[in-house]
């Protein structure tokens, strides 16, 4: 068998075929898709092709005499023997097939279009941010674009009214500058400072905007000893894209500005989704003065829906439902899923299709 | 078929199913430009009053940010109401780009996933045509939090009833990763806590050595490592439970005396075993290698599937799974870490050592650990063993033979050992959790005593006083610089280059070739201390090519901007990036006035000399 057959035959297997060929000869080809799985099985085996190819004769005689045996309805044979905790990955689910068809792609599209304007009411989840602002710490963790800005710009008009200086922290400097423009505009650009790493703007202002590592500097400084009266003030801290305290270079600058904020300032730690979001907020109240209060919610409020776009143009849903059906990541729309074989199909690794 | 869609052909079949404004992400800036390109030719062009509005718009953006308005993509932004936004660009167009797209003046943005984060740039559609990212240097495929994060910019409060997430393949990509990006729940987040330098010199100049260890505990690393040990000490009640039976019997610690029995009397027949000298370390880490264990290796990782003692090698041996696939049998001494995580793995008592189902799990599970974990520091207890010593014991001096409960001491012994070495297992895994964060601290403070930024008694020295601060990266290694009188008689540009190379940590390709003389031998210098510090900290890439842009943009303030982009590969968003965080390297060594007063007036010469044209444009 060529090169070219033999990368042929393994095109026309499933891909769990492939994961098992891959297995001690390709490292994480978990990873890979079809295509590169088949490009870096033949590239292992340049040397031993025959290897190879009789290692998939044998894995596809196996599974035809697996498809051939009878099965007697009474006693169906168990599916390919697999540990319970493997379902963990969805690759390898085997959700029921439905049969009902998908979506059509009139449906999916359906509530295309530019609602009325309506007048501004914040969620409850919002003000459930800011009433438990009131009284104690608070972490917040919602979808991308829910509205935590609001939260954060209600907040600290809030604090203003009391006199309380206002820290806002963001990960990176571009969004420090987007929020400064942004503050400036609501509050009156006399009211709104911004510190970075070699320059102070307004940095006597109410409302100071900067990088979290510049807040960390500033408590070190403080608790060194040096006199920092926007410190004695501070009211309120509110640290905007909070689930950076699990990136592996900069999180550890979150954890001490939370550890050495001030207690008599109230933290305010907006996050987008995570997954233990309790975790968080049990930490702060181990070590808050008060218990902090967690709001949540995994609802996006403009809903979404998926598709799949073939390269000829072809548009098609994602999934056998118009909304994302969630827990299930195997309910594909039977359209995307017959074009995605078939990309899978045509996009072979001989490179004769390249452009 | 084409392996992915055509840009122009993406942008028309959006356009004609209404689903406008839209970002596409793509894999690269390269790709972004690249799909740019690919309009040059096309014939759709805007209606003139759209183009008028984008002209506008970009009008106003530009009267802010002068040093946009040449952008040589303007005219092609305005002809197709297309753009492009990625970190090769300066933040000054992103602002721009941003902001046409707020008003609604741009049909569609090709970016790079860094835009999913924060920034408020929203849309009606997200396309989608990766299923991974690349991120030091390796790709990883997406999590379902960053699945879920560049979703989010699909649909516009008060703008759209519904977003749409459109998945359109390349080569590469991974239908799996993203159904299961879209359907799943985010991942939970851990701690990422490090003890740096400047933290051990802050936090001792404000607290006391015995206080430390209290502010330590307060972090979320403690907070979780704690959850781990609660979990730890469940299974510890649960085997506690299961220990009752085997209670103390004729002799209290039957368990121990029959072991030293049982021990004895094979002694006795094999005289000639091989006598084993362990290192204490060995010994101690020995009890973690156990299946399912996570251990770094001399190179890379693996799994540990069996411990075991061999009759012809002097060291213990474990058998270890690689992240290829293999399965190699080592003596245990090859394993140079132990990390804190252990993999579920059902144990069998033949080749490969636990059941298919479970090397396959390990085996994946192996490859999707993330890049840093965290290790187990492993304690050594001082009183070693007292096994070895007994066995000199003649069989004589034992009361077993002859007594009652030998039979049930001989059936359980097994059983009950099995379960009090798990046990201890637990209860040393709880201490090193317990303290684990106040070792690393301890390790961090020696090093400092070493170089005297701290006395034997952990107080500030003078030079501790003012190293605290610094605190950026490689702080170590500039203040080892500023005691080496490196800096002494350097010009603000030179200064400038240094702290450019020590900033600069992308090893994307870039050429820069003329350097100073004076430059490239204060490099070498640099370069010499960084390598002799590496056990310390890591040492940053201290490329001379970034030094010399640095450099050249201080050394000649007529150079404009649009000169020093041409002087060099570098995309010019990437040197704006270099430059302004050299701006905040120098400012730091500007806050040294006190004690460094030459030293920061050339770094507050340099910093005068680089905010300049862009550099001024932002905060
Ligand atoms: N209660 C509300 N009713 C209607 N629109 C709202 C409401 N709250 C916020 N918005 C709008 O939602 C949009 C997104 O808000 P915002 O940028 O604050 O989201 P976010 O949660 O900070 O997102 P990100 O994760 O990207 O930071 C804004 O245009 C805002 O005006
Ligand atoms: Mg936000």
Known sequence: ?355 | MPPSIHPVDLIAALRDKSLTPAIVFLTSRRACDEAMEAFDHAQTVLPPARQEAIAAALERVIAQYPSIAEHPLIPTVQRIGVAAHHAGHLPSWKIAIEELMRQGCLDAVFATTTLAAGVDFPARTVVITQSSIRKARDFMDLTIGEVQQIAGRAGRRGKDYVGFAVVTPSPYIDLGVLTKGFTGNPEAIDSQFTITYPMVLNLLKAHQHNQIQAILAKSFAQFQLNQRAELLERKLDTLHLQMEPFGPRVCTDWITQWHTFDQARRQKSHRHQTVRHEAPEMTARFHFLTPGRVVGLNRGRGVVLRQYRSKGQKSPMVTILRPGGAVTECPAGIVTEIYDRIFDCEEQPGYPWCTAASFDELHYQLTELPTRLPVLPILVSKESEPLPDAIVQSLGDFPCPTCSSRSACQKDYLIASRMRQEQQRHMKSIQALRTSLWHRFQERIDVLQKFGYLTPESQLTADGEWARLIRIDHSLLITELIRAEAFTGADPAVLTGIMASIAHDDDRPGAFPRISSGLSSLLGQVRKLAESLSPYEDPPLLRADIAAVAERWVSDPNLTWIGLCRSTTMAEGDIYRLLARTLEFLSQLHTLKATHPGLADTASKALALIRRGVLEELP
Not at chain 1, 142 to 161: F, H, I, L, N
Not at chain 1, 342 to 355: H, M, N
């Open chain 1, 1 to 355: 068998m060529t090169t070219d057959e033999l990368a042929q035959l393994l095109a026309q297997q499933p891909v769990a075929i492939l994961h098992r060929l891959a297995r001690g000869r390709v490292q994480r080809h978990f990873r890979a898709g079809k295509r590169r799985l088949i490009d870096m099985l033949i590239q292992h085996s340049t040397n031993n092709l025959a290897g190879l190819e009789s290692d998939l004769q044998a894995l596809i005689e196996e599974r035809q005499s697996r498809v051939q045996t009878p099965v007697p309805p009474a006693n169906p044979v168990p599916p390919r023997q697999t540990a319970p905790h493997t379902s963990r990955r969805p690759t390898r689910t085997h959700e029921p097939e439905s049969t009902e068809p998908g979506v059509t792609l009139t449906a999916w599209l359906e509530g295309l279009g530019v609602p009325t304007p309506q007048p501004f009411v914040p969620d409850p989840w919002q003000e459930e941010a800011l009433a438990g602002l009131a009284e104690t710490d608070v972490v917040v963790s919602v979808p991308t674009g829910s509205g935590k800005t609001y939260v954060a710009v209600e907040a600290a008009r809030r604090a203003m009214s009391e006199n309380r200086t206002i820290i806002y922290t963001s990960p990176l400097k571009a969004l420090s500058n987007t929020k400064f423009t942004e503050f400036s505009k609501i509050f009156g650009s006399d009211q709104v400072g911004i510190l970075t790493g070699d320059r102070q703007d307004n940095a006597q202002a109410p409302i100071l905007i900067m990088t979290t590592e510049i807040l960390r500097n500033l408590l070190y400084d403080a608790a060194s000893g040096e006199i920092d009266v926007r410190l004695d003030t501070l009211g309120l801290v509110i640290l905007d894209e909070s689930q950076y305290i699990a990136d592996p270079e900069r999180g550890v600058v979150w954890e001490e500005t939370i550890i050495f904020c001030p207690s008599q300032a109230k933290l305010l730690l907006l996050s987008a989704s995570i997954g233990n979001p309790q975790d968080i907020a049990d930490w702060l109240t181990s070590i808050r003065p008060s218990p902090c209060r967690l709001v949540r919610h995994s609802k996006r409020t403009v809903p979404l829906r998926a598709g799949y776009l073939h390269p000829n143009g072809k548009l098609t849903p994602l999934f056998r439902t118009a909304g994302i059906p969630y827990g299930h990541p195997g309910q594909l729309h039977p359209e995307a899923k017959r074009l995605f074989l078939q990309y899978e199909e045509d996009t072979l690794p001989s490179g004769r299709t390249r452009r």
